[in-house]
């Protein structure tokens, strides 16, 4: 039986960030024809499908994010059991478990909306921990865990193995540059559009250019208007450097990475709006997360 990152390879596609050519699979790697790059896989699970070299990020980029990621996309790959993921349960407050997980299962409802239980390829742009991937890989007949972050992949990896998990295929990835073509079923890219505007404008061209034909992609944003007295210095700030966006900001977004067929959606994430106090607190709270689910442009 191949393995998910074989039938990946073998169904939809793995493409070369360098040069776009589809990838062939051999044993222990993935390679190009062009360039004759290999992509070493890691004991049959994880690929490392990075482009030979980082993307140029300018400053309206946080320098500490630029740092990171220039950090992480040079580290090399080791498999390590028993690495922690950044967010990961065993380290947030159960409360704030509670609410990334509710916060999950409403997403993947709205990605999944319209399809049977295993029809359909989830790809998880930025997985980290696996709130979305390990906890409903059921929902899906493939998942697509990918990320930049040594940690990450091994901490997901080996989370898969302990709950027998067998259908997820974990990729690293730098998501400016992913090795994907006009391809993916399903996207989500969640808690990551807060790092500036030429940060957002790669990324959702990035997720544009790699949806198929009637695929559909779900990402968010942080609402300028969730908490403003903090966004205006008035209150101490919580959201280290990072951004929040308007509605109007965020269609202007889209509209500049040539997304234009969308449903906006809003989430509350301290709110429980499955009762009927959640339900009237949402109308007086401004949502903490201005969502979006894209249709692709095809």
């Known amino acids: 039986m191949p393995t998910p990152i074989e ?40 690929v490392d499908l990075l482009p030979s070299e980082p993307t140029v990020l300018d400053d309206t980029v946080p320098p500490s994010y630029r740092q990171a990621y220039l950090a992480e996309f040079r ?20 409360r704030l478990v509670q609410r990334r997980r509710r916060q999950a299962k409403w997403y993947i409802s709205l990605v999944s ?25 059921t929902r899906f007949r493939l998942v697509m865990h990918c990320d930049l972050s040594v940690d990450s992949l091994n ?11 067998r259908n997820i295929a974990f990729l690293r990835i730098d998501y400016f540059n992913p090795p994907f073509r006009s ?10 559009l807060i790092r500036g505007e030429t940060h957002e404008g790669l990324l ?20 300028w208007w969730h908490n403003p007295l903090r966004r205006l210095g008035l209150l101490p700030k919580n959201f280290g450097d990072n951004r929040s966006y308007s509605r109007a900001q965020v269609r202007g977004l889209l509209a500049d990475a040539g997304i234009i067929r969308y449903e906006s959606l809003e989430f509350h994430q301290e709110i429980n709006a499955e009762s009927l106090a959640g339900r009237l607190a949402t109308h007086v709270i401004p949502p903490t997360r201005l969502v979006v689910r894209a249709l692709s442009n095809a």
């Open 113 to 137: 909306e319209g399809t049977s239980p295993g029809e359909t390829i989830l790809c998880d742009f930025s997985a980290g921990p696996g709130y979305y991937t390990l906890d409903h890989a």
């Open 204 to 223: 959702l061209r990035a997720i544009e250019r790699s949806l198929r034909s009637a695929g559909l992609a779900l990402i968010d944003f942080h609402n």
């Open 7 to 46: 039938a990946l390879a073998a169904g939809l596609g793995l493409f070369c960030p360098d040069d776009s050519h589809r990838l062939e699979a051999s044993p222990g790697h993935l390679s190009c024809g062009i360039c004759h790059r290999r992509f070493p896989i890691h004991d049959d699970e994880i």
């Open 75 to 94: 580290r090399p790959f080791e498999l390590d059991p028993r690495s922690m993921a950044w967010s990961s349960p065993e380290t947030l407050p159960g």
């Open 183 to 192: 391809s993916l079923d399903r996207i989500i890219c969640c808690d990551t």
């Open 155 to 165: 901490y997901a990896r080996a989370k898969a193995r302990s709950m027998e998990i």
